[in-house]
């Protein structure tokens, strides 16, 4: 079946750091990948559609110069926290769709960022 | 507004027992309505995808059952293993352009021996 890897699976950085996030679609190509954020005891938040070769779409309230997502292959999309604060810890979530009116979307195992 | 509600919130079972999620919606125009897992710390895992026309869709010992008039989904799991333990949330995707995924708080099951 479809397999997304997501990496890395924990990361603790500083505040004020950069944070880059990998999401991989590795047995189908993905045009678009969907970033996600979670926080505890809450159901997924979507942040933005994440489209090959295209700028990204971000939803409302999310900060596109904080969260530069690029996904320049149809295999690979990257999420990067800049500048990072606390209140930016939390569980990303990548998941790839497998093919336009498939409705199969593949997620990641997510990525837990702790900033100190 | 598009939204999606589950209940119970939490539900603890023993063992062996059998034990059904709900989940309504008000999402329109619908598309299709999905089952995912998520054990904690993971990303959420597929169990079952149901479209407009479908009323029953079964995965091992997950059966979801779709009633699209009422707009009521229920998720059945038999004979429940402590690997069951986990958040099972109820998705329902927007038919259209979007597709936008509109997304339940999910129901916390423990499975306890």
């Known amino acids: 079946g479809a397999v997304v890897s997501q990496h890395p699976s924990r990361v603790i950085c500083k505040s004020g750091t950069s944070v880059k996030i990998e999401c991989r679609s590795l047995?189908?190509?993905?045009?678009?990948m969907f970033w996600y954020r979670q926080f505890p005891k809450q159901s997924l938040m979507l942040m933005a559609t994440s489209n090959e070769g295209s700028k990204a779409t971000y939803e409302q309230g999310v900060e596109k110069d904080k969260f530069l997502i690029n996904h320049a292959s149809l295999t690979l999309s990257t999420l990067t926290v800049t500048s990072a604060h606390p209140e930016d810890s939390s569980f990303y979530i990548c998941s790839a769709e497998q093919g336009v009116g498939t409705y199969g979307y593949t997620f990641g195992s997510g990525t837990r960022l702790t900033v100190v | 507004k598009n939204q999606v509600e589950q209940s119970p919130q939490s539900l603890i079972i023993l063992e062996g027992k059998n034990c059904t999620l709900q989940?309504?919606?008000?999402?329109?125009?619908?598309?299709?309505l999905r089952w995912y897992k998520q054990d904690t710390g993971r990303g959420p895992v597929s169990l079952t995808i149901?479209?407009?026309s479908e009323n029953t869709k079964s995965n091992g010992r997950y059966t979801a059952t779709l009633d699209a008039d009422t707009k009521q989904s229920s998720l059945h799991i038999t004979a429940s293993q402590l690997s069951d333990s986990a958040s099972y949330i109820c998705v329902v995707s927007c038919a259209g352009n979007n597709r936008k995924l509109i997304w339940g708080l999910g129901t916390s099951l423990g499975v306890n021996p």
């Open positions: 989940c309504n919606y008000t999402v329109s125009p619908f598309s299709n």
């Open positions: 149901m479209t407009f």
């Open positions: 047995d189908f190509q993905a045009t678009t």
